[in-house]
């Protein structure tokens, strides 16, 4: 399959629109205007409901058809983009890819043109090989679309928008706002949606902090302040977004002892105390408890993790919502 796909981020921003510039996929964040993403935003804070009430529906993703394609493991963004599909009136077929004709061997491309053939034209991708959700995207048919559920270390474009929707609920002037971003970034497609949304849409200061051998290379995360001292990072700041170790992305070179690392990166009650007393901490999920972050920390009373997984699905509403308004704008046009 890696010949399959070339590895060409660059192309991203400019394949996921349509000859008038609107979003006709959604691959990445780079190069969505301020609007758009505080557009996408505001509808999937329409989409957001109070603990307790019913969730939100409507009727917008009616005679389509959505289908989950997830070649890696996920539990947060599979059910909510299945849940998101379902509240908004489309059919939904999830692709179990243990017992799919990938295991046979079928390409990714045959399997997208079998179900595309089914009229499926909502196709949602996780995939661990850098490039494949734009490739994919050179080759669907007109009225389908990519949304992209997260793409080897690149791209989570739905995840930045849900921890960008999480952070305004909180504090909503951007100006004035320091963000640290800590722990295993080289290998964060959550670190990169982030920075992309939060950097578009003003964000004061981001920081990352990150062991040597688990900090990006000179010249990506151009924009934010780097820390290799977890204390000195964590000074002041406003939001605290601890990311997961990701030993399925690592070579033996980077794997590190978990104790050692909690010791010297994981974000403790003790560390958060040298945070504003207001500060926010997020992580992404999947957690490693008392690895990246304290168990009592996770579930303390700064914590908003829980509300991520909720805006997580207000927001694939809102993204699916836009997406389907963008194909029928085009219908209408031809
Ligand atoms: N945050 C996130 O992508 O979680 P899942 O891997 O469970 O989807």
Not at 125 to 134: K, N, Q, S, V, Y
Not at 162 to 169: E, G, K
Not at 227 to 246: H, T
């Amino acid at each position: 399959m890696s010949n399959e796909a070339q590895t060409n981020s660059d192309t991203s921003a400019t394949v996921q629109r349509d000859s008038a510039g609107r979003l006709r996929h959604l691959i990445t964040l780079e190069g969505l205007s301020r609007e758009e993403l505080t557009a996408l935003l505001d509808l999937a804070q329409f989409y957001v409901r109070s603990p307790g009430e019913l969730p939100a529906r409507d009727q917008t993703l009616t005679g389509h058809t959505v289908a989950n394609l997830f070649f890696e493991p996920s539990t947060r963004t599979r059910v909510s983009f299945e849940l998101a599909a379902h509240r908004l009136g489309a059919d939904v077929v999830n692709l179990d890819m243990q017992t799919s004709s990938r295991v046979k061997g079928e390409t990714v491309l045959d399997t997208i043109y079998t179900l595309q053939a089914m009229h499926a034209d909502i196709l949602i991708m996780r995939d661990a090989e850098p490039g494949l959700p734009a490739y994919v995207a050179g080759f669907v048919a007109p009225n389908v679309c990519i949304l992209n559920a997260g793409e080897a270390h690149l791209s989570h474009p739905t995840q930045g928008l849900l921890d960008a929707l999480t952070i305004r609920q909180h504090k909503p002037d951007f100006s004035q706002l320091k963000v640290l971003i800590a722990g295993d970034i080289t290998h964060s497609r959550v670190a990169r949606s982030d920075l992309q949304a939060l950097t578009t849409l003003g964000a004061g200061e981001i920081r990352i902090a990150a062991p040597d051998d688990l900090m990006p290379r000179p010249g990506e995360f151009a924009n934010a302040r780097r820390f290799s001292n977890i204390d000195e990072a964590i000074a002041g700041v406003d939001v605290v977004m601890a990311l997961r170790i990701q030993r399925e992305r690592m070579s033996s070179a980077h794997i590190v002892d978990e104790a050692s690392y909690h010791r010297a990166f994981g974000i403790t009650a003790e560390r958060l105390r040298k945070a504003n007393p207001d500060a926010i901490v997020m992580h992404p999920g999947p957690m490693n408890r008392d690895v990246e972050i304290a168990s009592d920390v996770a579930d303390g009373p700064q914590s908003v993790i829980q509300q991520q997984v909720t805006n997580g699905v207000a927001v694939r509403m809102a993204v699916l919502a836009t997406i389907a308004r963008n194909v029928q704008a085009r219908r209408q046009l031809t």
